[in-house]
């Protein structure tokens, strides 16, 4: 750098550097901090409820015991089995819906686009409120909420074609066309050519499908519909921060989260490049 | 107003530009108004003129088709099968099968009461057997309208299919009559994965989204024109009906009298409109800000600062979200500590159903918000400022330009221009944004106000989060909750609408270069 011949230039990039650090070093702290106090809160054994101090008095795995006897156990095996559904199913109609979308030129094309677009722009909290009912006749509700919970999932899944379809559109086209001259037929570029490409986004689409469930609120609540063998672990978790189980749930919350939190972190840290990869995909091309 | 033309247009500073776009959408709206009608009108003429067309066709291939075309007309298929195309004429016998049995299964009932969505309610009747009055259950209004709704889709689609079934005979003849010969099975099943591979790759998806989104949303706008909710459940306690224009009345007129719907819903609709500019535009440029931070030259381990901050995205947001409301609770850690230090002699209470104004929840809110948003918005802008040309600050600089002139002339319009459809999308999507409001406040404090509407309405409420109140309360007014709905997605449109047209950055047109 040709200023740093200049010390008065030198010296003020020093303050500003230094500037700099003191707020990210603050920042860090910030967003730290609520995750901290949850593990330290975890350990904490001489009170179940809420207290204005961080660190434990007296530290040991309680809540954790407690956690391996509740329903929590269910919680999670639900939530569990219905990410791993849902990331297989979502990821294949993603897939088609985006691959299509990206790569054949058909009639429809542009209304289908359109279309999906304007409803997008309805509240999907409408559609929730039927579906509750459907699947109730089903018997797909309450205690077999998981099941349910999975088809509504992965039934309209089509619709967050946005991101794939935008990597798809990098592939070059000549690709599929040197292939389909040689005799290859569509579906065998597909499977041959373009999905052996299409890594980084396939993995960004299983990553947020499988991380989708673990944070959803609403509809899981809807279908479970207060039986408790039916919930995900956000909806149980939630019931245990209401005004009557507080008090004796509120460190067995906190070490529920840091269960809930260990796996999905772990997998988000190690797939973390294919998902800034696909967010800032997504952002630039709408 | 006045018409530039595009060299006194280019003359314009950006600010007048600005201006002369969003007057100039504003002054186009009659006409834009005035051509989609007359679109509309051509809509149905052309429409007219192709039904005649396809019925004129439809005689003709009668008239000139062989008896197995004929007979198609009746037995969907059979053409197809008498001339060896055995896969496809089963495929279209099967869907009349389906169909009449659907019609016969209750089908044509059902869709015989969607005019009065069911005559017989839930009665008690007196049971000799018994000696007793039992309660007997009649109709049930939901499936009434559900399946209803789902009859006259399957009555469209079997219209097309049978029409399908007739061109097919028409082309399989022409085929014929010319000498070639018509596709075997195996070559249909083959252009499954080939030429029409792109139909077999929508099928699942697009059944999926029309079972699960369409068909939801077609009934649940319907329903804001009945009167379904928890004491008129259909079925157990009374039917629904149509009543007309009515729940549009009422949450929309303005009776003058203080608290009523009119009253609430313009309220949270401010408020929600509020959320969503802050919530966005906060995250925007403090997440920009941060990602140039740690992108600035001279700065050490920018893969730690990065990391701590992506970390907390991958952590649930239920559990950051339910632990730092509880975190700001009135015996929370927060008052806590400020009590130990002294610096308060009460408990504030932040963000609960105390909480004595409505500014103090709703600033926390967008604070906790920045909490959540700024590492997102730190990764997706990274990779951006990366990609802006190093030349381009190089040269300003030779120029003279300091930092702040940098980042206004170089780095905020690239990045407008690149981030524009992002930004809008996570504007309305923070016009729906549930997680964040439910779990940190449940809409608390109660806004006493708005006690004549129904969902306990607070002052941190959002369009959707009342919504789900309604839904989740004892009275469930469902026709309430379906016209929130409804009106959620005109302002979305609106505002889509609007930004479109008037932000040259979403339509790629000009400016930066």
């Known amino acids: 750098m040709s200023n740093k011949r200049h010390m008065g230039l030198r010296a003020s990039a020093h303050i500003s550097n230094t500037l700099i650090y003191i707020v990210l070093v603050v920042m860090s702290v910030v967003w730290l901090i609520p995750f901290i106090c949850i593990v330290l809160q975890s350990f904490r054994v001489e009170s179940t409820w809420q207290v204005g101090y961080v660190i ?90 998981v099941p349910g919970l999975i088809l509504v999932y992965i039934a309209s899944s089509g619709m967050g074609y946005y991101v794939s379809k935008g990597f798809f559109d990098t592939i070059p086209k000549s690709l599929d066309e040197a292939a389909r001259v040689d005799g290859a037929t569509r579906a065998q570029v597909l499977w041959k050519i373009i999905l052996p490409l299409a890594k980084p986004i396939v993995i960004y689409t299983i990553l947020t499908a499988f991380m989708a469930p673990w944070g959803d609120f609403v509809l899981a609540r809807y279908i479970s519909f207060g039986t408790s063998a039916g919930m995900n672990v956000a909806v149980g978790m939630y019931s245990w921060l209401q005004q009557d189980m507080i008090g004796q749930r509120y460190t067995m919350f906190c070490a529920g989260g840091v269960v809930v939190a260990i796996p999905v972190t772990i997998l988000f840290m190690c797939l973390q490049k294919y998902y800034v990869e696909g967010v800032t995909g997504g952002a630039v091309k709408g | 107003m006045k018409k530039y033309n595009d060299l006194e247009y280019l003359r314009l500073s950006k600010g007048q530009k600005f201006l002369y776009r969003l007057v100039s959408f504003f002054a186009a709206i009659p006409v834009a108004l005035k051509n989609g009608c007359l679109g509309i009108g051509r809509f149905f003429k052309n429409l007219a003129a192709a039904i005649g067309r396809e019925l004129a066709d439809i005689v003709l291939t009668f008239k000139n088709g062989d008896w197995k075309t004929r007979l198609s007309f009746l037995i969907m298929g059979f053409g197809s099968m008498a001339r060896g195309q055995v896969l496809r004429g089963l495929l279209f016998l099967l869907f009349e099968a389906v169909f009449i049995f659907y019609m016969i299964m209750g089908g044509g009932h059902w869709m015989s009461l969607l005019s009065s969505l069911g005559r017989i309610g839930p009665h008690d009747e007196y049971s000799a057997v018994l000696d007793a009055y039992t309660k007997v ?15 006259i889709f399957f009555i469209i689609a079997l219209v097309y299919t049978w029409r399908l079934n007739i061109k097919q005979n028409k082309i399989a003849e022409d085929i014929l009559r010319s000498g070639k010969k018509l596709r075997s099975g195996k070559e249909d099943l083959k252009s499954m994965v080939d030429d029409q591979f792109h139909k077999t790759l929508l099928a699942l998806p697009l059944t999926g989204i029309i079972l699960f989104t369409v068909m939801p949303i077609i009934f649940m706008v319907l329903v804001a024109f009945t009167n379904y909710d928890g004491s008129h459940d259909g079925y157990n306690n009374a039917l629904f009906t149509w009543v007309g224009l009515k729940n549009f009345r009422t949450m929309l007129t303005w009776s003058g009298s203080g608290v009523n719907y009119s009253a609430t819903f313009g309220e949270i609709l401010t408020w929600t409109l509020i959320w969503a500019f802050f919530a966005t535009f906060t995250n925007y440029f403090l997440g920009m800000f941060v990602a140039m931070m740690i992108n600035k030259k001279g700065i050490y381990l920018k893969k730690l600062w990065r990391t701590v901050l992506v970390l907390t995205i991958a952590i649930p947001q239920f559990i950051s979200l339910l632990y730092v409301s509880k975190m700001f609770a009135k015996n929370g850690i927060v008052n806590g500590l400020l009590l130990d230090l002294g610096w308060i002699t009460q408990a504030i209470d932040f963000m609960g159903s105390q ?91 109660t806004n006493a106000a708005a006690s004549g509407a129904a969902g306990s309405v607070g002052y941190t409420d959002l369009l959707i989060t009342w919504l789900f109140k309604i839904t989740m309360g004892a009275e469930s007014q469902y026709y309430m909750a379906s016209v929130i709905g409804i009106l959620v997605f005109l ?21 930066f270069q």
Request: charged share 10%; proline share 4%; aromatic share 14%.
């Open chain 1, 56 to 145: 434990p008095q007296k530290w040991g795995w309680d809540n954790y015991v407690a956690l391996w006897n509740s329903d929590f156990k269910r919680w999670y095996l639900n939530t569990f089995i219905t990410a791993l559904a849902t990331a297989v199913g979502q990821t294949v109609f993603v897939l088609c819906m985006s691959y299509t979308l990206s790569r054949f030129r058909f009639k429809m094309r542009q209304g289908l686009m359109r279309f999906m677009l304007v409803l997008g722009m309805f509240p999907n909290m409408l559609a929730m409120i039927v579906l509750y009912r459907v699947l109730k006749d089903l018997g797909l509700t309450q205690a077999n909420a």
């Open chain 2, 137 to 151: 259950y009649g109709d049930n209004s939901f499936k009434i309208l559900l399946y209803g709704v789902l009859t």
């Open chain 2, 491 to 511: 302002v979305v449109a609106i505002i889509s609408l609007v930004v479109y047209n008037v932000l040259p950055s979403i339509k790629n047109e000009e400016d």
């Open chain 2, 355 to 445: 909480a004595h104004n409505a500014l103090l929840p709703r600033v926390m809110v967008i604070l906790i918000n920045i909490w959540v948003g700024i590492p997102y918005l730190m990764l997706i802008t990274t990779g951006i400022l990366m990609n802006i040309p190093a030349d381009l600050y190089e040269s300003s600089r030779i120029d003279g330009a300091n930092a702040w002139q940098q980042y206004t002339k170089i780095t905020l319009p690239y990045m407008l221009f690149i981030t524009g459809p992002y930004l809008l999308t996570s504007f309305t999507n923070n016009i729906n944004n549930f997680n964040v409001i439910y779990l940190l406040t449940g809409g608390a404090p």
